[in-house]
């Protein structure tokens, strides 16, 4: 069965911290990993990782892979209020459209 | 940009009503999904489609049902509601197309069983 664990589930830091956001899984024929943030409503898209594909930026979120230890990293650095979210990892199922979701890591910022 | 709708933000019924939650998508796209969120499990999955009359259960289908008459809506029923029914329903979209797993999401519907 495919799994999908974040770590850790929640988390507290002040604005300008650097915050790292850790995701592992098992899964059968992987394919790619993505992240998605969710603040009050939809979970909005932020990468997606594949295997040729294993590093992705945008501003200050920042994302690698490492497909050898199964596990994937989200990167926040120069933290704002903005940033406070839930953080959901979620992986593909094989041969399917669908997504087996971690629990999330909950991140508050604080000023 | 795609936006998928969901019909309500919140709704509150009471124990044995049907409950019917609608999703609509305007990219044409072929799957759709509707997820359940509850607080420390996660997104988990009802049910999905892959096209028109099309449906397959998910992780968690027990006490819902779906329907798809249209590409672009998908509907989740709740036959009977009950109260560990209340949780925030979540739909989503994507295309059929290879290496494209990037779900787009609905704002979500917080339902509440009384």
């Known amino acids: 069965e495919d799994k999908v664990v974040q770590s850790p589930l929640s988390l507290v830091v002040h604005e300008g911290d650097t915050v790292t956001l850790n995701c592992s899984y098992e899964?059968?024929?992987?394919?790619?990993l993505l992240w998605y943030k969710q603040e009050k409503k939809a979970p909005t898209f932020l990468f997606m990782l594949?295997?040729?594909?294993i590093e992705k930026k945008s501003g200050r979120l920042s994302s690698i892979l490492d497909k050898k230890e199964l596990f994937s990293i989200l990167n926040i650095t120069a933290t704002q209020t903005g940033d406070s979210a839930v953080y959901l990892c979620?992986?593909?199922?094989?041969?399917?459209?669908?997504?087996?979701f971690g629990k999330g890591t909950k991140l508050s910022v604080i000023p | 940009d795609v936006k998928v709708t969901q019909s309500s933000r919140y709704l509150v019924k009471r124990t044995g009503e049907k409950v019917f939650l609608e999703c609509v998508q305007d990219m044409d796209h072929e799957n759709m999904f509707w997820y359940r969120q509850d607080p420390g499990l996660g997104l988990r999955l009802i049910y999905f489609?892959?096209?028109?009359?099309?449906?397959e259960k998910g992780d968690i289908p027990e006490g819902y049902s779906v329907s798809r008459e249209k590409k672009e809506r998908f509907s989740l029923i709740l036959e009977s509601a009950s109260t560990n029914q209340t949780s925030m329903y979540l739909c989503?979209?994507?295309?059929?197309?290879?290496?494209?797993?990037?779900?787009?999401f609905g704002s979500g519907t917080q339902l509440s069983v009384l």
């Open positions: 489609s892959y096209d028109v009359k099309m449906k």
């Open positions: 989503a979209s994507t295309p059929w197309r290879d290496s494209n797993e990037k779900l787009f």
């Open positions: 594949t295997s040729s594909g």
């Open positions: 899964v059968t024929n992987f394919r790619s």
């Open positions: 979620a992986i593909p199922r094989a041969g399917s459209y669908q997504l087996t």
